[in-house]
């Protein structure tokens, strides 16, 4: 007889910090806009989340990115939120549609919180996630705030170096414990 068993696995993951001082513009390339935050965005945010996020290691570590509904049920949440902040949170979207997203809330006085940056696999490699990024960040300081955060799984190099170009610091190594049922 088989016998579930729920295994803890540990994920390393980086508190990071920028201050929002010096931040450079965000630059698209051509053929691709920023939508401003609108409740009527939720379902495409879900699905942009989703898409972006489905096979990356975050929907480990994170259950509610690793289906379209966990996505729907998050953004939802975020939503409803006191601290959501809609001038950091942006949908991407280019000549085939939306291709990316990004929410921002405001986690204490002064400190913005990055959730959730994502850009589909597709559309990688082209300098979105940084203007995605940088859209979001001028959203904290057109807010008020001064330094932005946000986390970071230390297996994802390439979003760590994106981080970093953009002024970035590590605060902060923290563990993320993830309960994962094992048949034995």
Known sequence: MMQAVTAISYY???KMEVDLQDLPP???PPGFQFAAW???LLDIHAEVLFACFQQE???NVFSSLSSGLGCQALMTELNRKANFLP???WLLTGRHGPCGTVQGVRERKG???IQNLGITPQHRGQGLGEALLLQALHGFRRY???KAMLEVTAQNEVAIRLYRRV???RAKTVYKAVPSPRLL
């Open 38 to 40: 609108s409740s009527e």
């Open 87 to 89: 001038e950091a949170t």
């Open 144 to 146: 008020g705030l001064g």
């Open 12 to 14: 390393k993951r980086y």
């Open 26 to 28: 965000a630059h698209l």
């Open 57 to 59: 290691i975050d929907a």
């Open 111 to 113: 400190l913005g919180a």
């Open 167 to 169: 002024g970035f610091r």
